[in-house]
């Protein structure tokens, strides 16, 4: 989802939802990733591994691929009232 907002293709608001507010904030008011933004190439996100650490928590990686490069991605989640909400993203 995240990527489809950088990349023009979702609306912002649509991940509200799914973050934390300090993460939110900073996905919709940050720079996005040049890679994502520009080229006419597909994103494509590869096999995505997940580990529990702890109950409620999972943490999450994956790699993206546009125009021939490949960039991570890794994220955490945790469960907060009843869902699953991001608590912190990197996208290199």
């Not at 890679?35 to 995505?48: F, H, I, K, R, S």
């Not at 999450?60 to 945790?78: I, K, P, Q, T």
């Amino acid at each position: 989802m995240t990527l489809e907002a950088f990349s023009g293709r979702r609306p912002f608001a649509q991940l509200q939802a799914a973050y934390t507010l300090p993460v939110f904030t900073a996905v919709s008011r940050g720079r996005r990733p040049a890679w994502c933004v520009e080229g006419t190439g597909p994103l494509l996100v590869g096999a995505v591994r997940v580990a529990e650490p702890v109950e409620g928590v999972a943490e999450v990686c994956a790699v993206a691929r546009r125009n021939g490069r490949a960039h991570a991605v890794a994220a955490r989640l945790e469960a907060l009232d009843g869902r699953w909400r991001c608590t912190a993203l990197q996208i290199g």
